[in-house]
């Protein structure tokens, strides 16, 4: 049977982000490493999984128990008896990353650095306008 889209998304908010965000706030308690580093795993591939599927969503979405099948997605990354977020992390993501650390680290200064430049300019447009306005006023 299909669920209703809000359903499904009620549920996959609960079991993809809720409950691990609670489990997070439980970990950071804590004086472990262990559960914090678990955490930071699930959350590296819950993110990966998020940004890739919103541009692939267009594409999928329309296969039958799509929504269904990524609530058993974000169940298999966080449970324990599959470990499915670590699973991933070691097999496919921490091995790509780090032989892209380099390039993805110059190209994210690279973006800062433009950033930067563009917001000084932005702020001092906004600096020019606004001491306009006061000597119009």
């Known amino acids: 049977m299909v669920l209703p889209k809000i359903v499904t998304g009620i549920i996959q908010g609960i079991v993809a982000f809720l409950y691990p965000a609670y489990k997070s706030f439980k970990a950071i308690k804590t004086e472990e490493k262990d559960d914090d580093t678990e955490l930071l795993v699930y959350w590296t591939v819950a993110g990966l999984f998020s940004f890739f599927e919103f541009w ?8 039958p128990f799509y929504y269904e099948l990524k609530i058993v997605f974000f169940i298999w990354l966080q449970n324990p008896w599959f470990n499915g977020a670590q699973f991933l992390w070691k097999t496919f993501i ?6 892209k650390e380099a390039q993805i ?5 690279k973006a800062k650095e433009q950033g930067t430049k563009y917001g000084k300019k932005a702020m001092n447009e906004a600096k020019k306008i606004k001491s306009r306005t006061k000597k119009i006023n």
């Open 105 to 109: 680290d110059k190209g994210i200064n």
């Open 94 to 99: 921490r091995p790509f990353l780090d032989s």
């Open 56 to 63: 692939a969503d267009l594409i999928v979405s329309w296969f």
